[in-house]
T-cell receptor
């Protein structure tokens, strides 16, 4: 069964460092998403991406965040200068049609020290 | 914007007991509703969804949820739980803005099934 894969599963970084989280969505999907979950809190929407551009972003997704689809398979989330409060589990998701079921990866846990 | 409230953060039950996990959403003209499950150290998996049609939807592992428009609820139920149902359950609602759509999640309910 096709699945969304994410790397790394866990990354520890120092405050102020740049981090790139990688995702390989399901191959025939057209809509891509990043969500995050701070420990003990709800799963929050960060950004959606379609047709090589951002279709919507939340207020969390400030200038420190960027997304890219550098080739036909990867979808990346970059945090330019990490802060302590960026520590969270980051989930990538994809969907065929932009509504209905989202397929999620297993998440990348980011720890900022 | 849509929002979701899951009233119970933790629900402990004994094996073979019935369970109900509550979910309420903010009202809208039309909604798509979802329950996702997260087993320990895994990602989010779709459990069931309501898009249209019958208000009672079922999953393959015995869970069901009923869309109740008047009460803006989408509670998840199972008549008899197993140890393997121990997981965190997230209710979600679709939120459309312009031409874009995303899911808005509740805070999650941690279901613990004890022997």
């Amino acid at each position: 069964e096709p699945e969304v894969t994410q790397t790394p599963s866990h990354q520890v970084t120092q405050m102020g460092q740049e981090v790139i989280l990688r995702c390989v969505p399901i191959s025939n999907h057209l809509y891509f998403y990043w969500y995050r979950q701070i420990l003990g809190q709800k799963v929050e929407f960060l950004v959606s991406f379609y047709n090589n551009e951002i279709s919507e972003k939340s207020e969390i997704f400030d200038d420190q965040f960027s997304v890219e689809r550098p080739d036909g398979s990867n979808f990346t989330l970059k945090i330019r200068s990490t802060k302590l409060e960026d520590s969270a589990m980051y989930f990538c998701a994809s969907s065929v049609a932009g509504f209905g079921e989202l397929f999620f990866g297993e998440g990348s846990r980011l720890t900022v020290l | 914007a849509q929002s979701v409230t899951q009233l119970d953060s933790q629900v402990p039950v004994f094996e073979e007991a019935p369970v109900e996990l509550r979910c309420n959403y903010s009202s809208s003209v039309s909604v798509y509703l979802f329950w996702y499950v997260q087993y320990p150290n895994q990602g989010l998996q779709l459990l069931l969804k309501y898009l249209s049609g019958s208000t009672l939807v079922e999953s393959i592992n015995g869970f069901e949820a009923e869309f109740n428009k008047s009460q803006t609820s989408f509670h998840l139920r199972k008549p008899s739980v197993h140890i393997s149902d121990t997981a965190e359950y997230f209710c979600a609602v679709s939120d459309r803005k312009g031409g874009s759509e995303k899911l808005v999640f509740g805070k999650g309910t941690k279901l613990t099934v004890n022997p």
